[in-house]
């Protein structure tokens, strides 16, 4: 069974940080891509960031580039999304998705999320 869990939410100020993880099970990590999305209450939901299969690639989206980064360890499966300055904006419930090989809009699996608030 394909599972994606996402943690590592919290309360935290502005200007604190987080750290996100994404433990993948049940299909080989090695082959997909793990994205972070986000959504905030009435907002659709976002992307946020991205890695590729090969860790060769990250992305991020224009609204946490230089605050967040994205990392892999394939060893324990988990992806892992270091938030630092953050913004009440980042408030939201964080979920990471898969898709094969490459960043794109083709996530084909979900997991549950986690929520992130920051109080100002």
């Known amino acids: 069974e394909v599972q994606l869990q996402a943690s590592g939410g919290g309360l935290v100020q502005a200007g604190g940080s987080l750290r996100l993880s994404c433990a993948a099970s049940?299909?080989?990590?090695?082959?997909?891509?793990i994205g972070w999305f986000r959504q905030a209450p009435g907002k659709e939901r976002e992307g946020v960031s991205c890695i590729s299969s090969n860790n060769n690639y990250t992305y991020y989206f224009k609204s946490v580039k230089g605050r967040f980064t994205i990392s892999s360890d394939n060893a324990k499966n988990t992806v892992y999304l270091q938030m630092n300055s953050l913004k009440p904006e980042d408030t939201a419930v964080y979920y990471c998705a898969r898709q094969e090989r490459l960043c794109g809009p083709g996530m084909d699996y979900w997991g549950k999320g986690t929520l992130v608030t920051v109080s100002s």
């Open positions: 049940g299909f080989t990590f090695d082959d997909y891509a």
